[in-house]
């Protein structure tokens, strides 16, 4: 299957300072990326959709100001949370979704797990 | 996107076939079947997915009703890698020209004794 790479798997960073998550898609066109939030024992939540090149649409309760997310290629989504608090610990995973053989699959990234002390 | 309903938790022994199902009463029809699995601290990994038919891939086989109200997922020989959450989703191919997003449910927690 197609690869989505996600970069870091892990962070620690501290209370109100900011993250940066990539998502990168290593061989195929990713029009769309989705990014999710997954807390302990549960299960994956989505956080927002977006459109290469186009604004990001954010479900609903998920704060747009907080966790900023840009596609700005074919290949590469980033979401950045801002501010970040502890109640933020959680994985993040990222999704890319294109034109890969047949049919509409989409493809993981690794995961980041965020700490916020 | 439709919802589907799973069972929380399955067990199987290793070498034996397994058989998860999925039931999706209200699937549209341009409704597409995946399924995913997710091992602990990892991002889901694209198992299968169909429409109609039922598919057959290196990892499992995905055998689809006549009337498409329900799957199961069909690991032929359960190992002890493939403890994981199965998640069984329907994705809208038509979805506004972009991707349809998709929408994780519970899934099912299948367990492999050796």
């Known amino acids: 299957g197609a690869v989505v790479s996600q970069h870091p798997s892990r962070v620690i960073c501290k209370s109100g300072t900011s993250v940066k998550i990539e998502c990168r898609s290593l061989d195929f066109q990713a029009t769309t990326m989705f990014w999710y939030r997954q807390f302990p024992k549960q299960s994956l939540m989505l956080m927002a959709t977006?459109?290469?090149?186009?604004?990001?649409?954010?479900e609903q309760g998920v704060e747009k100001d907080k966790f900023l997310i840009n596609h700005a290629s074919l290949t590469l989504s980033t979401l950045t949370v801002t501010s970040a608090h502890p109640e933020d610990s959680s994985f993040y995973i990222c999704?890319?979704?294109?034109?890969?053989?047949?049919?509409?699959?989409?493809?993981f990234g690794q995961g980041t797990r965020l700490t916020v002390v | 996107d439709a919802k589907t309903t799973q069972p929380n938790s399955m067990e199987s022994n290793e070498e034996e076939p397994v058989h998860l199902p999925c039931n999706h009463s209200?699937?549209?029809?341009?409704?597409?079947i995946h399924w995913y699995r997710q091992l602990p601290s990892q991002g889901p990994e694209y198992v299968i997915h169909g429409l109609t038919s039922n598919v057959n891939n290196r990892m499992a086989s995905l055998a689809i009703a006549e009337d498409r109200k329900s799957s199961t997922l069909i690991l032929h020989r359960a190992t002890l890698r493939d403890a994981a959450v199965y998640y069984c989703i329907l994705r809208d191919f038509n979805y506004g020209g972009s991707q349809g997003n998709l929408i994780f449910g519970k899934g099912t927690k299948l367990s492999v004794k050796p």
């Open positions: 209200t699937i549209s029809g341009t409704d597409y």
């Open positions: 999704s890319a979704s294109g034109q890969v053989g047949w049919g509409t699959e989409a493809f």
């Open positions: 977006s459109n290469e090149g186009s604004k990001a649409t954010y």
